[in-house]
């Protein structure tokens, strides 16, 4: 909000500052012309400027020259007070009249004549000589040729008079006669005031051309969005139009002044401009317009540029036509209004007021204040380019902070994905490490089964090792025992790639305890017993265990003939399920050697083995602890082992009921 604060308060002060040094009179009060004589005998002009205001003489319908009054032709004399036009006296705003001022002074010191534009074209005489042209007035539209323009004239008094005849014809322009204030003063001073008010009137222009210049660049070479060249085509416009305003810079340019085909361009120009401004409107605040609108939009727009650019058509019919450009301006804050933006942003409420300001102070500048005011239209065209150049500013940075915040997440993001890869390349490194591990296991794990039934069977074919039948009966169990590791180890090669492809289906039933450690007891009894090893599997009655059916067993027979390889003859090994809480627990027990500490934590990973030796003498793979732990989780339980040492190991298995 400081921010806000800060730019509407530098925005005010340069309009206001513009307002006051440029655009307020400089003219003192003075004597005023009575009867058609103005008096400065007793006035100051060392420091002074003054106005030619008051009563002049006024001839309607007459064109008379310094010699008609000379020889006394002149006829009906009236009075008329100016600054204003003849309108005001009852007469038709086109025609052509004459004023003629008397103008007493002290000395015959030469002073300086400020001559404002006349409409539509005057001629000057001062004592006689014709010292300003512009056009060529006429008593009829034919006759007469446009030209308007302003000037300072070099007067100098003889024998303390000056007899000022101006001739004024208007055919062509709206207004008529002198609607502004002739100005009088010594040239130092006035020339001062003329050039002082002219240099902050073309620093605001160039400043307003600056602007436009930029954001056309800035549309140009890096934000191709619409509205900054609208925005810039508006300053721009502007730029011009203004120059060409009322007493305004364009006319030094121009020897002969503004005719009328410069005026119709002028007009043409203050319409593109308000063209510019209602789409700038519609745009900065995203409102669309339904098909009848933009009928409405385009013939408000579109006809007064025809009409203005038809030369049949009066000069002031297409002033006149020019006002429905008001249309679109009403509709707009109608839905700019409706929208309920404004209220909630500062600067869109900023730019708003400022378009009201400049909605209603437009046509009060060309009438109410552009007799009073100097170029009285440059202050509110600059408040609303200020505000609108401030919504752009604010949206640029908006935008900038927002590829800056995107940016820094782009880093980051870029940092994380790096990480994300590095780890990823980590893993793909360490899967390939794991997968020739794998391969190498495999392999070894291959190999020692199938090296031990190759030998066996060799010695069954040699007859001289083999020589009875008691020795053959002793071959064939080994092998047989070593092809039974052999396609268990195969299972459960078949069973991981299963489990870890996702190609492992679960189907879960409710399993009677005591039922499934029957089948155990079927299963396993007659296996642990050949090794003479106690067996034992029971349940409590009434408990049921949520497990597939098929997968449980994978979980038990790598259980059981890990707890055969490693129990002794003599030993024990038993399964029980029992409760505990709402979890129902299954336990494989066994007196066997036993798994050292530091070996426990890792019994779970694929192709673990406590030593290479025992696995190579037991048949070992490591991947038997690796799919209970895999299944028993997929099937929604846990398995935790208890190895206390020199006391066998307990596996326990827990399953929700």
Not at 100 to 125: G, N
Not at 261 to 279: A, K, S, Y
Not at 632 to 642: D, Q, S
């Amino acid at each position: 909000m400081k921010r806000f604060l800060c730019m509407f308060a530098l925005i005010l002060t340069v309009c206001i500052t513009l307002l006051f040094a440029a655009c307020q009179p400089f003219v003192s009060k003075g004597p005023e012309a009575a009867n058609g004589v103005m008096d400065f005998r007793e006035t100051d002009f060392h420091s002074e400027v003054y106005a030619l205001d008051g009563e002049w003489e006024l001839y309607y319908g007459k064109l008379y020259t310094p010699q008609d009054f000379q020889m006394g032709l002149a006829e009906g004399r009236e009075y008329i007070d100016l600054p204003g036009p003849w309108i005001k006296k009852g007469y038709p705003g086109l025609g052509y009249a004459t004023y003629r001022l008397h103008i007493q002074t002290a000395t015959d010191q030469s002073l300086l004549l400020y001559v404002p534009e006349i409409m539509s074209s005057s001629i000057i005489w001062v004592n006689g000589t014709e010292i300003f042209t512009a056009g060529h007035p006429g008593d009829s539209a034919e006759h007469t040729v446009p030209g308007v323009k302003n000037d300072l004239l070099a007067v100098v008094p003889k024998d303390g008079r000056i007899e000022l005849v101006i001739q004024a014809a208007n055919y062509h322009m709206n207004g008529s006669g002198i609607f502004y204030s002739l100005l009088i003063g010594r040239d130092t001073v006035l020339s001062h005031h003329i050039f002082w008010q002219r240099m902050l009137i073309a620093f605001a222009l160039g400043g307003i051309l600056f602007i436009g210049i930029y954001h056309l660049f800035l549309f140009a070479f890096r934000r191709r969005e619409k509205i900054y060249l609208i925005y810039s085509v508006t300053c721009l416009v502007t730029t011009v139009r203004l120059a060409m305003e009322s007493n305004n810079l364009f006319q030094y340019f121009l020897p002969g002044g503004i005719g009328p085909v410069l005026n119709r361009v002028f007009l043409l120009l203050f319409t593109l401009q308000n063209l510019c401004i209602c789409i700038f409107m519609l745009q900065m605040f995203r409102v669309r317009l339904g098909r009848i609108l933009r009928v409405i939009y385009g013939i408000s727009f579109i006809l007064p540029m025809v009409l203005i650019c038809i030369r049949s058509v009066p000069y002031a019919a297409a002033v006149n036509w020019m006002f429905l450009v008001l249309l679109p301006y009403g509709i707009s804050v109608v839905l700019v209004a409706k929208n309920g933006k404004v209220g909630r942003d500062p600067y869109q409420f900023l730019y708003f007021l400022s378009l009201i300001i400049f909605i209603f102070f437009g046509p009060l500048s060309k009438t109410v204040f552009e007799g009073a005011l100097f170029v009285p239209g440059i202050v509110p065209n600059l408040f609303l380019l200020l505000c609108q150049c401030t919504m752009l500013s604010r949206n640029y940075a908006k935008a900038h902070n927002e590829v800056e915040r995107v940016n820094e997440n782009l880093e980051l993001l870029v940092e994380q994905r790096t990480e994300q890869l590095n780890s990823a390349n980590r893993q793909l490194a360490a899967s390939q490490a794991a997968l020739r591990e794998m391969i190498a296991n495999i392999s070894h794990d291959l190999k020692t089964p199938l090296t031990v039934l190759n030998n066996y069977l060799e010695l069954l074919g040699d007859d001289t090792i083999a020589a009875n039948e008691q020795e053959r009966a002793e071959y064939l169990g080994i092998a047989y025992h070593k092809n039974l590791d052999l396609q268990r180890l195969i299972h459960n090669l078949f069973e991981v790639t299963r489990l870890e492809g996702g190609t492992a289906v679960y189907r879960k039933d409710r399993i009677p305890a005591v039922k499934l450690m029957k089948e155990a007891e079927q299963r396993y009894a007659d296996l642990v017993r050949d090794n003479g090893i106690h067996f034992s599997a029971e349940a409590e009655e009434g408990m049921e265990l949520q497990v597939d059916g098929n997968k449980i067993w994978s979980v038990l027979d790598n259980l059981v003939y890990n707890a055969i390889r490693h129990t002794p003859a003599g030993g024990s090994i038993s399964l029980s399920i029992r409760r505990n809480g709402s979890q129902a627990e299954l336990m494989v027990s066994d007196t066997g050697e036993g798994i050292a500490p530091e070996h426990l934590p890792h019994i779970f990973e694929r192709f673990y083995k406590v030593s290479p030796e025992r696995g190579e003498k037991d048949g070992s793979s490591g991947l038997g602890l690796y799919i209970v732990k895999t299944v028993v989780e997929a099937m929604g339980g846990t398995v935790e082992a208890e190895s206390p040492p020199g006391n066998g190991t307990v596996f326990t298995i827990r399953f929700n009921e």
